[in-house]
């Protein structure tokens, strides 16, 4: 199986400020990565797919990046709505999907 | 408009059994793979279970096989899992997830979980 590790676990910024969390898997998931946005008492929501494709409505200040094993999700300037957990999960090829642990983003 | 509606969650014996399901509306349910992903509190997300359009392939995670079991029917826009001897660390909330059309594994769209409590 497939693993995802994700770093830093958590993370403290300012309204404003650049946010860059890593998401790597144990193996080349050829881009099929997905970045979710989970806020508290909430249902997570797909933010980013194939590692660097906006979903539908998301706002612009989100972006991924990367290939192979190694891939990187911003927030180019950090808004107080964005206080969540935000999760990596790859889709490459058959089940199992995993998740990354999960990197949670609040405010300094 | 997609919805995903999740119901039968509850409090339930450790050896317990529980069947949870997600009603789908907005979309062509049948067009659509299907998956089950659950959150223990406090912790991360964990996929399942999946099942594809017409039930031809269905997957399980190795922490649930052999004891759930996932369905679904197409006519009543309906998924399904039946979740047997049930355990404590099979708390959690669960939620229905949409794949996309694009690609298997894809979670689109989201229900709001059902909360499964296994306790005596």
């Known amino acids: 199986d497939i693993q995802m590790t994700q770093s830093p676990s958590s993370l403290s910024a300012s309204v404003g400020d650049r946010v860059t969390i890593t998401c790597q898997a144990s193996?080349?998931?050829?881009?099929?990565l997905s970045w979710f946005q989970q806020k508290p008492g909430k249902a997570p929501k797909l933010l980013i797919y194939d590692a660097s494709t906006l979903e539908t409505g998301v706002p612009s200040r989100f972006s991924g990046s990367g290939s192979g094993t190694t891939f990187t999700f911003t927030i180019s300037s950090l808004q107080p709505e964005d206080i969540a957990t935000y999760y990596c999960?790859?889709?490459?090829?058959?089940?199992?999907?995993?998740f990354g642990p999960g990197t949670k983003v609040d405010m300094k | 408009e997609v919805q995903l509606a999740e119901s039968g969650g509850g409090l339930v014996k450790p050896g317990g059994s529980l069947r949870l399901s997600c009603a789908a509306s907005?979309?062509?349910?049948?067009?659509?793979?299907m998956n089950w992903v659950r959150q223990a509190p406090g912790k991360g997300l964990e996929w399942v279970s999946s099942?594809?359009?017409?039930?031809?392939?269905?997957y399980y995670a190795a922490s649930v096989k052999g004891r759930f079991t996932i369905s679904r029917d197409n006519a009543k826009n309906s998924l399904y899992l039946q979740m047997n001897s049930l355990r404590a660390d099979d708390t959690a909330v669960y939620y229905c997830v949409r794949d996309s059309l694009a690609a298997p594994g894809l979670f689109e769209y989201w229900g709001q979980g059902t909360l499964v409590t296994v306790s005596s």
């Open positions: 099942i594809t359009t017409s039930s031809d392939y269905k």
């Open positions: 999960q790859q889709y490459d090829n058959l089940p199992p999907f995993t």
């Open positions: 907005g979309f062509s349910f049948s067009s659509h793979s």
């Open positions: 193996q080349d998931i050829n881009n099929y």
